[in-house]
């Protein structure tokens, strides 16, 4: 939740490329704070709200905001986007162990943010690609539950891989790696992604 408070400080401040690096920071740390609750035996339906909460503040509100211009559609848009992520945490649940309803909101934004920042902050890409992750968050497609860090061994190697390229923001291109990670999941959820592979 921090980061998504912090990225919204830095959109409405002008500080794009912080803004955009923040929503990927919370997205490593989405992937990370389930697992660390379960080892620590510290899961409660407090944490689950919680983790909610800072869901809608990271992916719904600080993403969206990298949408904004003084245009109003544009700002139609933004109101789109985080209701969509609103939806999507409140009503998507499958009911299938291991499964989600609708892609998670943690990939769309992580390619809105590392699309944001390989364009440099291009509007007509970011629209593009926030009214296609629209329809994907409220489908109702199924994608696996996606505990990297408490699956293969390949996985985590390529959340540690996430964390090296937050210290490599400074270049431009480290943000191609999330875009990746985040396209891929969205192409083969289950063949690669599923718990099971």
Not at 162 to 182: I, Q
Request: one cysteine or more; hydrophobic letters at 50%.
């Amino acid at each position: 939740m921090v980061m998504g408070m912090a990225s919204i400080l830095s959109s409405l401040n002008g500080h794009h490329h912080a803004a955009c690096w923040l929503v990927l920071i919370g997205y490593l740390l989405d992937l990370a704070d389930g697992a660390v609750a379960r080892q620590l035996d510290a899961c409660s339906a407090l944490g689950a709200k919680l983790d909610d909460f800072a869901d809608f503040t990271t992916f719904g509100i600080a993403t969206s905001l990298l949408l904004r211009t003084p245009d109003l559609v544009d700002n139609i848009l933004c109101m789109c986007y985080v209701l969509s992520v609103f939806v999507r945490l409140c009503f998507f649940s499958s009911g299938i162990p291991f499964m989600y309803r609708g892609l998670p909101c943690i990939y769309s934004s992580a390619i809105l943010a590392s699309a944001s920042l390989l364009s440099g902050g291009n509007m007509a890409v970011l629209r593009v690609i926030a009214v296609a992750m629209i329809p994907f968050m409220i489908s109702q497609n199924f994608y696996p539950h996606d505990r990297v860090l408490e699956s293969q061994a390949w996985k985590k190697v390529v959340y540690a891989g996430g964390v090296l390229m937050v210290f490599c923001s400074f270049f431009p291109p480290a943000c191609v790696y999330y875009l990746l990670w985040s396209v891929s999941y969205i192409l083969f959820p289950t063949s690669l992604w599923s718990s099971k592979v």
